[in-house]
């Protein structure tokens, strides 16, 4: 990569991207890819495809048997571990330590991030599901927010287009609410699983137990899965970053391709502390930066900006980009910058022990194991009265290690070979509507140890969330019965809205200036040389894990601009 560190004279380029995650990867390489200059400005730390320091470490290499102390949690990490299970020492120097980026609340909100390059794409869960008409039309049929500015059918060729370069291992079930996408072949459903499946089917035919869709080369096609890729070698190791570049990130696919055309400039620990507005032109003319390692601010220079630094770190730019015409936040007219703040809520569990497989096993780690898809109101058989939207389940089928108790010395290393018995454990997520009042605020008393305004959060679950947890529960409940399992536990523990890692909203899109920030082309409604394609653009949650969604609105905005800076528009 290129790395501009040289003077005012070369600090212009074609277009600019902030952030180099999920959305910022795509969309540095589509503008490559096009032949614009691209300056990709990363606020964290240098990271190349490979050096990744814990990917291929046993686990008896792991210091404290992969965890962390108590103490060094207290210390560093009090509000990214609230949930107990997200950092280890395989994947802790991907993660913020809160000490040195902290944030306010005024209801809790589990900001879970990390700065460097690639983001979190290092990090993901990898879950692909295509978003439907159900989703898109939510809003307008309920009355809720406002109405999404576009259809499937506007994003479904963007789907197809990013589906096939990120390779999505899946099965086509023929659902309206999460579409057939470009599939690789499924991680098979384990036997266990496949029991489920059809059990559950037989009692519930609208609930559907699939293979999880996920973003991992079950199948590598050079051709077509450019950048350094490779197919994975299911050792289920894709939180410490993959060697093999088996599964998606912008670090093994976007920007190697992007690099490759010679048209990629890299700038890193560099933080965005805002867009700068020219009055007369009625455009963005750059960016102003402030160097973290040096402190130094330099500006820079595009004719297009492509703002991708997160949901809360897009926001958090655009606020703090205050001018005599736009006193609230570069193109915030609308009154709507920080608000809408939305994730998935989950919490939600069900457990269960499976007998009858002791004579079964399994080969290799799959990456992923079943997926369940909404199936509460999405039709008039569906329709509830309780509660709006829906919620659906990830889990899988493991068996674990038997260990008879009282036993010490050479039969306990026996027993540790020995296979226990199987259970199955799954997770839902729910919806969170996009509620006005669940917003983000910069506080500009108070500057962070980089000199930017505080992030304040206050958001929080509501009625309609709290109803939907309940039936959630429930249906979780009924399919372990169904299925025969037995030992059945739940459980429902609210986590805060944040916790699902999952933010969108505050940034979204519309069809009016007066109500929304974006228009459907993801440009800003007042500053037309200003795209914004990350979570941030949401204008509703729906229950699917939502990257793939960013990736196809993304290559379709780069698409328009491009369109329109070749009529003269731009």
Known sequence: MNFNSKGKEENTFDAIVVGSGISGGFAAMELCKKGYKTLVIERGRLVKHGEYPTASMDPWELPSQNVVSAEE???????????????????????????????????????????????????????CYRWSDIDFTANAKEGIAV??????????????????????????????????????????????????????????????????????LSVYKPEVHKGTR???????????????????????????????????????????????????????????????????????FARIIFCNAS????????????????????????????????????????SARVEGFEDTYYKGRKPVGFYIPRFRNIDKATKRKDYLRGFGYQGNASRGNFVAPDVIGAPLKENLFKPG??????????????YHDNKMVLNFEKLDPFGMPMISFDATLKENERKLRLDGISCGEEMMEAAGFKDIKSYNDPTAVGACIHEMGTARMGRSKKTSVLNKWNQMHEVPNVFVTDG???????????????????????????????????
Not at 86 to 97: G, L, R, T
Not at 323 to 329: A, K, N, R, Y
Not at 343 to 350: R, S, V
Request: some cysteine.
């Open 230 to 300: 490779g197919q994975c070698q299911t050792r289920n190791r894709c939180v410490r970053g993959c060697p093999y570049g088996a599964y998606f990130s912008s670090l093994s696919a976007t920007l190697p391709v992007a690099e490759a055309t010679g048209n990629l400039w890299m700038r890193v620990d560099s933080i965005v502390q805002e867009i700068v507005y020219d009055k007369k032109t009625g455009k963005a003319s750059g960016v102003r930066i402030k160097d973290t390692k040096t402190g130094e601010e330099q500006e820079f």
């Open 147 to 216: 109405d999404w500015p576009i259809r499937y059918k506007d994003i479904e060729p963007w789907y197809d287009y990013v589906e096939t370069f990120v390779g999505i291992a899946g099965q086509k079930e023929g659902l309206k609410q999460v579409p057939d996408g470009k599939f690789l072949p499924p991680f098979k459903l384990n036997c266990v699983e496949q029991h489920m499946r059809e059990k559950v089917k037989a009692v519930y035919p609208e609930r559907i137990i699939t293979p999880g869709r996920v973003a991992n």
């Open 311 to 350: 949901t809360v770190g897009t926001t958090a730019i655009l606020l703090n980009s205050r001018s005599e015409s736009f006193p609230d936040g570069l193109g915030n007219s609308s009154g709507e910058l920080g608000h809408n703040m939305m994730d998935h809520h989950y919490g939600m569990g069900i």
């Open 421 to 434: 018995p199987y259970y199955v454990y799954m997770t839902c997520f729910g919806e969170i509507l996009p």
């Open 536 to 570: 941030s653009c949401m204008t509703s949650a729906g229950t699917q894990n939502p990257s793939i969604t960013y990736m196809a609105l993304t290559a379709r905005a780069v698409d328009y601009a491009d369109k329109q800076v070749k009529a003269g528009k731009l």
């Open 73 to 127: 949690i207290a210390a560093h990490y009090f509000k990214q571990d609230r949930l107990h299970w997200w950092v280890n020492q395989d994947n802790k120097h991907w993660i913020n330590k809160d000490d040195e980026y902290p944030y306010e609340e005024v209801n809790r909100f589990d900001w879970i991030r990390g700065h460097h390059v690639g983001g979190r794409s290092i990090m993901w869960g990898r879950h």
